[in-house]
Every structure is written in structure tokens, then in C-alpha cells.
């Protein structure tokens, strides 16, 4: 039995879709041991996984949201970010993994920083786990950059640019993580380098339905298909939530994951989503999110954390921040989107590719959010079939797939060679 750690380090988005592939490795015989931030705790236990704890500042810093301010936001991002940020990050992982004894490390995006040093150290393969596609292509720039092109060198470009920035601004970090572990100063550069010239596999958790493959990737890099986050065994849907369902038409689902990071703007949000509501004249379900949206009548309900694949498949249609689990879920359920996505990282990115994919019509700024256009955009895909039938084709090729069965098979395959 080989043992498998997962470091998956971002939100609960990022966290989920792996907890899906950590069963389906158990499922095959391996041990897999989970390190995430210590607020997910609960959501990789209950799924039956060992968890190692990572502390989190950032989370700790906000919450009590109303004293966070947008810019005390941005600034607790920043410092994340930072150098420093990400140093004391790694070291957590460090203390938190270290000690166990792994044969294959998979890495998300922010947990490769350390991930490399400690792989190395320890002399064993490591895999990629992306859900955002960043690798360099000429097809598009990195998603985290957003929604635009550069034309097909521009794009390349933007991706090596970027690269070589994240190794100039995080080079001495490398170093700190390389000296706890035993090893040799080195360049940042240098390391990319000799990973990407040794093939070290990176996959990529989405459908090629929804994003092809980029022919100009080199091998080892592969899209695999969507990871679906494990359900934990004793979840039972909210009672009320059944009620309403079973008291009307399939409902519009709202939510907005992590974006709406104020009560302030919870606030806001909420009459915004109240008013779309009552224009499209339909009922609804609106996800709380981090910041407690609220908002309630005869035809609409509030819910908390509910298990995206079980809610979407009862909705007559999703509006989302178009974050890439929220995303997946949407399109695995088949129904119309409306896209809300905040101004940042990948969101723009899948936002402008649903519109694209003909499932939703031109995206919403979050912070450009006119409450009666959305309500028409609303009524406008419940009424369209040409929305539906898109969602209904795209969602037949995505439950073909199985990309946590790819991920098995990747990691099965890379252990074979030590």
C-alpha cells in the first residue's frame, strides 16, 4: 500500500474536488493523507480521509466580516501573497507533513512552492493538481489572469512572464523551504527548468468539453475531466430545503461562494438578488456563502453549505460567481447559467467560456451588477431552449467521463517507475 499526500491549499473550491479523488485513491488500496487549511477539517473527515491541519491567518483575520473592509480584504490577500506570506504558509505545511512517511506528493497550485523542496528532499515523484489552466499556450494567457487574449505569441508570452516572475519574487522562500529539508541553494529558474525538461506530470481537473487540450502542450501535461467532491456519508438535505422543492416548479439557484467578503455587501447583494427574483418572477434558493446572503418570501428560501451536485440537478437554472467547482457543478447538472463573476482571478476567465459554450448569456460584473438586468437575463434562459439544449449537450459528454479514475490511473502508472 503506497501512501499518497494531498496538499491542496486554497478555499473551500479548491479543497473539495480533490476530496473526491483522496476516496477514489483510498477506494484503490492506497493510504491518502489530506493537508488543507484547518477550517476544512470537518469536510475531509467526514468523507472518510485523514486530514493533517494547516493553520490560516487569513481566515482567522476575517471572521468577524463585519470589521473586514474591501481594502482590509485586499490587504490581507496581499500580504498572503508576499513572500513572507507564502514562507510561513510552506512552513506550515512542513510542519504538518513532514513527519509522515509518502510516496507521491500531489500538488495544487499553491502548495507546489513547497511541494518541489519537499519532494525532492524526500526523493519521491510529484503530480500536479490544477483546476485553473495556467500551464503556457498560445490558445489563451493563464486563466488567473482573466478574460482577454494577447493573440497566440502574446499569449505564450503572458504565461512565461508570469512564470518568471513568480521565480524572481519567491526565490529566497524556495531556498528557506530547500535548507529545513537538507538541500542546496538553487535558482528558482534553474529548478522549473529541469522539472519541465524531466516531463513531471501536471493534470488538469476539468472536462476537454468544455476546454480542450492545448496541442501545444507538452506531454505529461493532460486535461482529465472534472473532480467531483466526495459527499460525506451522513449528509441529509435541510427538511425545509425539501419542502420547497416539493411545493413548486424547480427554482433558480443563486450563490456567490467566498466574493461577497462583507456584511456590508452581503447586504447589498442580497436586496440586488431580491430584486433579479422578483423581475424574473420565479422562484429561488440563494446559498448564504461566507458573508450570510439573506433574503427570504413565499418564493424564495436561504440556504447553507449544500452539496452543489445535489442541489443544481432539483434547479431550473444556476447564477454563480463562476468559480471552477461552481462552474463543474453547474455544467454537470445541465441547466442554463447566468455568469456573476467577481473581477479576479479565474473567475472572468470561465465566466467568458460559459458564454462562449452558448450555457449562459454575457457575463455580469460583479461589481457592475444592475439587479433588473439580471432578473431579465434570468427570465431570458428559463424561456430560451437554446440555453438548456447547450447545457444538456455538454453535460452528456462531461458524465462520460472520469477524471478521478484518470488521476488513479496517473499516479498508479508514475509509482510503477520508482
Known amino acids: ?36 487549511y484547518q477550517a476544512f477539517a470537518d469536510l475531509v473527515t467526514g468523507c472518510g480521509l485523514e486530514f493533517r491541519g494547516v493553520a490560516d491567518d487569513l481566515a482567522d483575520a476575517s471572521a ?29 505545511v512542513l510542519a504538518a507533513v513532514r513527519d509522515d512517511p509518502v510516496d507521491l506528493l500531489l500538488l495544487s497550485p499553491f502548495a507546489e512552492l513547497v511541494g518541489h523542496p519537499l519532494a525532492d528532499a524526500l526523493a519521491v515523484p510529484r503530480i500536479g493538481v490544477r483546476l485553473q489552466p495556467i ?35 519567491y526565490r529566497k522562500a524556495v531556498n528557506h523551504f530547500r535548507a529545513q529539508l537538507g538541500l542546496p541553494a538553487a535558482a528558482a529558474r534553474s529548478l522549473r527548468r529541469r ?35 466526495a459527499r460525506p456519508a451522513d449528509w441529509h438535505p435541510p427538511i425545509e430545503l425539501v419542502r420547497f422543492l416539493e411545493a413548486g416548479p424547480p427554482p433558480v439557484v443563486i450563490g456567490f461562494g467566498s466574493t461577497v467578503n462583507s456584511l456590508a455587501a452581503a447586504e447589498k447583494m442580497s436586496a440586488a438578488v431580491m430584486q433579479a ?11 448564504a456563502g461566507w458573508a450570510g446572503l439573506d433574503a427570504g418570501g413565499d418564493d424564495v428560501i436561504t440556504v447553507g453549505d449544500v452539496p452543489h451536485d445535489w442541489l443544481f440537478a432539483r434547479a431550473a437554472a444556476v447564477v454563480h460567481h463562476c468559480g471552477a467547482g461552481t462552474t463543474a457543478a453547474g455544467l454537470r447538472a445541465g441547466v442554463p447559467i447566468v455568469a456573476v463573476p467577481a473581477g479576479y482571478g479565474d473567475q472572468p476567465f470561465w465566466a467568458r467560456r460559459l458564454f462562449e459554450l452558448g450555457v449562459s448569456p454575457q457575463p455580469f460584473r460583479q461589481s457592475h451588477l444592475d439587479p433588473k438586468s439580471l432578473g431579465v437575463a434570468i427570465r431570458t434562459v428559463l424561456s430560451t431552449n437554446e440555453f438548456r439544449d447547450n447545457a444538456e449537450g455538454i453535460a452528456s459528454q462531461i458524465n462520460t467521463e472520469d477524471g478521478a479514475g484518470q488521476v488513479v490511473s496517473t499516479v498508479e502508472k508514475v509509482l510503477s517507475y520508482r
Open 1 to 36: 500500500m503506497s501512501t499518497i499526500a494531498i496538499v491542496a491549499i486554497g478555499s473551500r473550491g479548491d479543497v473539495a474536488p480533490l476530496t473526491g479523488v483522496g476516496l477514489r485513491l483510498q477506494q484503490a488500496g492506497h493510504r491518502v493523507i489530506m493537508v488543507a
Open 64 to 92: 468577524d466580516l463585519a470589521d473586514i473592509s474591501p481594502r482590509q480584504a485586499a490587504k490581507a490577500m496581499a500580504a498572503f501573497l508576499s513572500p513572507r506570506g507564502m514562507q510561513v504558509l510552506g512552513d506550515r
Open 135 to 169: 500551464s503556457a499556450t498560445a490558445d489563451h494567457p493563464p486563466a488567473l489572469l482573466g478574460a482577454w487574449t494577447a493573440g497566440r505569441y502574446g499569449n505564450r508570452v503572458a504565461a512565461r512572464v508570469s512564470e518568471a516572475l513568480v521565480d524572481g519574487l
Open 195 to 229: 522539472r519541465t525538461e524531466a516531463g513531471w506530470p501536471i493534470l488538469y481537473g476539468y472536462s476537454p468539453a468544455v476546454l480542450p487540450r492545448p496541442a501545444d502542450w507538452r506531454s505529461g501535461i493532460e486535461v482529465v475531466g472534472y473532480w467531483w467532491p
Open 277 to 287: 427574483v422578483r423581475t424574473a418572477g420565479t422562484r429561488a434558493v440563494i446559498q
